[in-house]
């Protein structure tokens, strides 16, 4: 009994009585470090080895036992009471009950967990990963220092840093809307997150703007499959209808069109658009004079210029993203180059394609697309590779 309680000080995994005869139980963890199955749990709760010894134990008497586990059938338990009868048969003589543990834990051979036993195995095997990661210690690879299991998260990549330097850089991504690149920060990780991780590490607040922009980003991308209700206050999307591509209905139970953004007109063509209509009438009656009053007196001189001075703003702004961008060959994403060499890789599809024609590369040499003479982008691979912080011969020298 003083050897056992040496084996498991400091645990409550052993008892026994002082009283005779000496009784008393083990609590024993079987080890399923060995099994080949992914999805056998890492932890089991474990098997409780109950003993009695009777007073000619052990040269005489082997013990008197009982097996108690949650997850193992009646009748599996009395096969492996079987199992330790024969080792007290090949043991006789000797103390036991340490080859009897041994034998639960590293020797039980295959075994099916109960299927009323799943839901207690696995809250056991998540409580025992959190106290056996939390008694370890990791290098962040972010903030680069040793922290202790309790400060960190692993993430399904197996990756693991701790939660302070997650929560900023997370919080510092959604914060500034670029939420497709929240996931693993290890370098060359492609892992996205899960809820459950970004719940473990950001505030409510964090996850739910994360959540709001990962939808409106997804609309927003899948044009062909859904588009944005154009119904005041709604702010929901709806699915694009599979026999008809311009009708979309939203979860709001709203039906529109999706081309001139109207209720929903049947199989009709959409209607000319009166705003603009409205505006070229007004540019006409501001160029030569005639029926200006009259306008200015049916809509409002302030409402017209309002509307005027709108329009010139979005055609400016088209014109500017038109001018200094470049749209994804395969994806249509607009991309903005502010300084690199012209080998393009498109975040959102992966595809890679030249910036300065826009022509997609072939996978197997996609340099080559610089090295064919006599077409605009020969030997232009690091034209502009400096970009506004060039010096002009600095820029020739690498041209």
């Given at each position: 009994?003083?050897?056992l309680?040496a084996i498991y000080?400091?645990?409550?995994?052993?008892?026994?009585t002082d009283t005779?005869?000496?009784?008393?139980s083990?609590a024993?963890?079987?080890?399923?470090s060995?099994?080949?199955d992914?999805a056998q749990?890492?932890?089991?709760?474990?098997?409780?080895l109950h003993?009695v010894l009777p007073a000619?134990y052990?040269?005489?008497?082997g013990?008197?036992?009982?097996?108690?586990?949650?997850?193992?059938?009646t009748?599996?338990?009395?096969?492996?009471?079987?199992?330790l009868?024969?080792i007290?048969?090949?043991?006789?003589?000797?103390?036991?009950?340490?080859s009897?543990?041994?034998?639960l834990?590293?020797?039980?051979g295959?075994?099916?967990i109960?299927?009323?036993s799943?839901?207690?195995?696995?809250?056991?095997?998540?409580?025992?990963?959190?106290?056996?990661f939390?008694?370890q210690?990791?290098?962040?690879?972010?903030?680069?220092?040793?922290?202790s299991?309790?400060h960190?998260?692993?993430?399904?990549?197996?990756?693991?840093?701790c939660v302070?330097?997650?929560?900023e850089?997370?919080?510092m991504?959604?914060?500034?809307?670029?939420?497709?690149?929240v996931?693993?920060?290890?370098?060359?990780c492609p892992?996205?997150?899960?809820?459950d991780e970004?719940?473990r590490?950001?505030?409510?607040e964090?996850?739910?703007?994360?959540?709001?922009?990962?939808?409106?980003?997804?609309v927003?991308?899948?044009?062909?499959?859904?588009a944005?209700c154009?119904?005041?206050?709604?702010?929901?999307w709806?699915?694009?209808?599979?026999?008809?591509?311009?009708?979309?209905?939203?979860?709001?139970?709203?039906?529109?069109?999706v081309?001139?953004?109207?209720?929903?007109h049947?199989?009709?063509?959409c209607?000319?658009?009166?705003r603009?209509q409205?505006?070229?009438?007004?540019?006409?009656?501001?160029?030569?004079g005639?029926?200006?009053?009259?306008?200015q007196?049916?809509y409002g001189?302030?409402?017209?210029?309002?509307?005027l001075e709108?329009?010139?703003?979005?055609?400016?702004?088209?014109?500017?993203?038109?001018?200094v961008?470049?749209?994804c060959?395969t994806?249509g994403?607009r991309?903005?180059?502010a300084y690199?060499?012209?080998?393009?890789?498109?975040?959102?599809?992966?595809?890679h394609?030249?910036?300065?024609c826009?022509?997609?590369f072939?996978?197997?040499?996609?340099l080559a697309?610089?090295?064919v003479a006599?077409?605009g982008?020969?030997?232009?691979?690091?034209?502009?590779?400096?970009?506004?912080?060039?010096?002009?011969?600095?820029?020739?020298?690498?041209?």
């Amino acid at each position: 009994m003083e050897a056992l309680a040496a084996i498991y000080a400091d645990t409550p995994a052993f008892t026994f009585t002082d009283t005779k005869p000496t009784s008393g139980s083990i609590a024993v963890e079987v080890d399923t470090s060995d099994t080949t199955d992914s999805a056998q749990p890492k932890y089991l709760p474990p098997i409780h080895l109950h003993f009695v010894l009777p007073a000619l134990y052990p040269l005489v008497d082997g013990p008197r036992i009982s097996l108690e586990c949650s997850w193992l059938s009646t009748k599996s338990l009395a096969m492996i009471e079987k199992q330790l009868g024969e080792i007290w048969r090949v043991e006789g003589g000797m103390c036991v009950l340490d080859s009897y543990a041994n034998h639960l834990r590293h020797e039980l051979g295959s075994f099916t967990i109960g299927v009323s036993s799943l839901p207690e195995v696995t809250a056991y095997n998540e409580r025992r990963v959190e106290e056996v990661f939390g008694m370890q210690t990791f290098l962040c690879m972010i903030c680069m220092e040793r922290q202790s299991g309790r400060h960190c998260v692993e993430l399904g990549c197996t990756h693991v840093h701790c939660v302070q330097c997650l929560r900023e850089y997370w919080g510092m991504l959604i914060d500034e809307g670029s939420v497709w690149m929240v996931r693993c920060p290890h370098p060359g990780c492609p892992q996205p997150i899960t809820e459950d991780e970004m719940g473990r590490v950001l505030d409510r607040e964090r996850v739910r703007r994360y959540g709001e922009l990962s939808e409106q980003r997804r609309v927003d991308m899948d044009s062909t499959h859904c588009a944005w209700c154009p119904r005041e206050g709604c702010g929901r999307w709806g699915a694009r209808d599979r026999l008809n591509d311009k009708l979309c209905i939203c979860s709001c139970g709203y039906a529109f069109c999706v081309c001139c953004r109207r209720v929903w007109h049947g199989t009709s063509f959409c209607a000319i658009d009166s705003r603009m209509q409205v505006l070229e009438e007004y540019r006409r009656a501001l160029e030569d004079g005639v029926g200006l009053e009259a306008m200015q007196k049916r809509y409002g001189k302030a409402v017209l210029e309002s509307m005027l001075e709108r329009e010139e703003k979005e055609s400016e702004s088209l014109r500017f993203i038109e001018t200094v961008t470049r749209a994804c060959p395969t994806c249509g994403v607009r991309i903005v180059k502010a300084y690199g060499c012209n080998h393009i890789r498109c975040t959102q599809c992966n595809s890679h394609f030249c910036y300065l024609c826009g022509e997609l590369f072939g996978r197997a040499d996609p340099l080559a697309h610089f090295r064919v003479a006599g077409t605009g982008c020969y030997l232009k691979l690091l034209e502009g590779v400096l970009g506004d912080q060039a010096d002009p011969e600095e820029e020739d020298d690498l041209v």
